[in-house]
């Protein structure tokens, strides 16, 4: 039904930056409305946790640990998230995912709301 698509990860060294970009589309029926939408990393071994949200309003919200060193955008057109990663450092190497809390229009106008994930996207910092 809907597929979040993610890029942009990569290697890179301490210091770097890397931008990911996540693009929500339907490939049957369509998206009405993308409520929040969101960055969340999972290191091996570790628990899956909130980098970064984003309403569909513009509001935001961070962990801690990537204030001002990680800026989270949406083009609600688009139907896109970004994450521009500053100042990277080695314990932000992780599997990085996009989440959507979306509402969603089937082929027969039945609307549900849907929360998707995207297939993950590997980063790592090299120190």
């Known amino acids: 039904q809907v597929q979040l698509v993610e890029s942009g990860g990569g290697l890179v060294q301490a210091g770097g930056s890397l931008r990911l970009s996540c693009a929500a589309s339907?490939?049957?029926?369509?998206?009405?409305?993308?409520?929040?939408m969101g960055w969340y990393r999972q290191a091996p071994g570790k628990q899956r946790d909130l980098v970064a949200a984003?309403?569909?309003?513009?509001?935001?919200n961070y962990a801690a640990s990537v204030k001002g060193r990680f800026t989270i955008s949406r083009d609600n057109a688009k139907n896109t998230v970004y994450l521009q990663m500053n100042d990277l450092k080695p314990e932000d190497t992780a599997v990085y995912y996009c989440?959507?809390?979306?509402?969603?229009?089937?082929?027969?106008?039945?609307?549900?709301?849907?929360?998707?994930w995207g297939q993950g996207t590997q980063v790592t910092v090299s120190s």
């Open positions: 984003i309403t569909r309003n513009g509001s935001t």
């Open positions: 989440n959507a809390d979306l509402l969603y229009v089937s082929i027969y106008d039945l609307i549900s709301e849907d929360d998707c």
């Open positions: 339907a490939d049957s029926g369509r998206i009405f409305s993308i409520e929040a």
